[in-house]
C-alpha cells in the first residue's frame, strides 16, 4: 500500500461533512512510518467523515417528532451528497474523473457506515449514488454492480422499500451501537409523499409490523433526544437547478430524452 494516497473529495465535499483538509500527523517518524503502512490520510478523511456522519444521523433521530422536520432535513441531506458527488475539484483537467473519485468515496463511505451500524448514512448513500443526475454519467461497471449487488441483498432496494432493512429493525430491537435508516421510519410510519412512486404495497405490511417498528423508533427518539450535531451536509440549502447545472457540466444533456429527477426530491423542498 503507497505511504500517501491522495485525497479524493473536493473541497465542497469537505465543507458538507464539517471535515478538516489538514490531516494529524504523527510526531514520531518511526510510528508514523509503521502507522502508514496500514492506514492512508484518505482513511484518516474516510473515520472523520463517516463519525460526523455518524453524529448527524443521532440527531437525525430527535427529529422524529417532526415528520416535515425530519424529512425536510433527510432531503437537504439528499441532497447535498448528490451535490458533493456532482462537484470536481477546483482547477481539474478531468471533470468526469474527479466526479468519478467522489463517487467512489461515497462508496466507500457507505461501506464504513456499514461497518459501523450508521444505516441511515448508508441508505442515504446508496440513494444519491443511484440518482439519476449521477448514474446517467455512466461511471457504473461490473465492480460497483457487484457492490450494489451485494448492498440489495442487506438492504433490499428502493422498489421494495428497503424491506431487508426494515425487517432487520423488527429483529433486532434497539441496538445502542445501530442508527435505523430514518428514510425507512418515514416511508412505514409516516407515508412519506416522495414514496407515491415506489412501486411497493405498504398493505403487504401488517399492522402489528408498522406499530412495533413505530415502537422502536420512539425509543431511538427518546433516547436521543439530547443530540444536537448536525453537519453542513442537513444544513446547507441547494435546490434541484443547481443540482442539473452540476450534472449538465459533467455531461450535457441530451434534448428530446427523458432524463427525470429521483421521485424523491420535492420541490417544495428547494
Given amino acids: 500500500m503507497p505511504l500517501t494516497r491522495y485525497r479524493n473529495l473536493s473541497d465542497e465535499g469537505l465543507r458538507l461533512y464539517n471535515a478538516s483538509i489538514r490531516t494529524t500527523k504523527n510526531r514520531n517518524f518511526l510510528r508514523r512510518l509503521v502507522h502508514n503502512l496500514f492506514w492512508t490520510r484518505y482513511d484518516d478523511k474516510l473515520l472523520e467523515i463517516s463519525r ?27 441532497r447535498n451528497i448528490i451535490k458533493a458527488i456532482l462537484t470536481p475539484k477546483i482547477e481539474c483537467r478531468n471533470k468526469w474523473l474527479s466526479v468519478k473519485q467522489n463517487y467512489l468515496f461515497h462508496l466507500d463511505l457507505l461501506s464504513k457506515s456499514h461497518e459501523t451500524g450508521d444505516y441511515n448514512t448508508v441508505i442515504l448513500c446508496l440513494l444519491a449514488l443511484q440518482h439519476p443526475y449521477i448514474t446517467r454519467l455512466g461511471i457504473l461497471n461490473k465492480r460497483i454492480s457487484k457492490k450494489f449487488i451485494e448492498i440489495d441483498e442487506k438492504y433490499g432496494t428502493l422498489s421494495d422499500g428497503f424491506l431487508n432493512h426494515f425487517n432487520q429493525v423488527i429483529q433486532n430491537d434497539y441496538q445502542n451501537s445501530e442508527i435505523p ?16 412512486n415506489i412501486r411497493f404495497s405498504r398493505s403487504e405490511i401488517g399492522k402489528e409490523k408498522r406499530q412495533r417498528l413505530r415502537e422502536i423508533y420512539d425509543l431511538y427518539y427518546y433516547l436521543n433526544i439530547q443530540k444536537s450535531y448536525l453537519s453542513e451536509l442537513y444544513r446547507s440549502k441547494i435546490n434541484d437547478v443547481e443540482l442539473y447545472s452540476l450534472s449538465n457540466d459533467i455531461k450535457p444533456f441530451q434534448k428530446f430524452q427523458n ?7 420535492e420541490k417544495k423542498y428547494i
Fill in 259 to 265: 432524463e427525470t429527477i429521483n421521485p424523491l426530491i
Fill in 52 to 78: 460526523n456522519c455518524r453524529e448527524s444521523s443521532y440527531t437525525l433521530l430527535s427529529y422524529l417528532e417532526s415528520k416535515l422536520k425530519t424529512e425536510c432535513t433527510f432531503n437537504v441531506g439528499l
Fill in 181 to 196: 435508516s430514518v428514510f425507512i421510519y418515514l416511508m412505514y410510519c409516516e407515508d412519506l409523499q416522495q414514496c407515491e
